[in-house]
């Protein structure tokens, strides 16, 4: 009976461990910017205005404050890289694009200063 007590909760042991090991762990944010979330903002090295874009399933527009007015960004998705871009004579730019959990401190830096238009899935 002993044996089969100590069998018993071994696996109940191992078992509990199994559900606590898929529960993910929590992800941290990225400068301030929400894990899953973009962050556009008008002043270099995260500062300024801002737009917090979460929950989206691909383009978006950024908003009046930061359209055309864009110095930095992060992208602090889990896995999905983005790009951000804006509208040349009618066609669409890549100014930039970010893997996830990275960030730009500086637009001006590779040539995108107060030009965006949009964040899109890249």
Excluded at 2 to 28: C, D, E, N, S, W
Excluded at 51 to 56: H, K, L, R
Excluded at 75 to 101: C, D, F, H, P
Aim: charged share 10%; net charge negative; proline share 2%.
């Amino acid at each position: 009976m002993k044996t089969g007590t100590i069998r018993l909760l071994a696996v109940a042991g191992l078992v509990t461990a199994g559900i606590a090991g898929a529960v993910a762990p929590a992800q941290a944010s990225v400068f301030g910017c929400a894990t899953s979330t973009v962050c556009v903002y008008t002043g270099t090295n995260e500062s300024g205005a801002h737009q917090d874009i979460s929950g989206f399933a691909g383009y978006v527009d950024l908003n009046s404050t930061i359209h055309d007015h864009a110095n930095s960004w992060i992208n602090a998705n889990n896995t999905r890289k983005m790009l951000i871009g804006e509208w040349r004579s009618g066609s669409y730019y890549v100014g930039q694009v970010l893997n996830a959990g990275w960030y730009e401190p500086n637009l001006g830096s590779v040539g995108f200063a107060n030009a965006a238009d949009f964040v899109d899935w890249a």
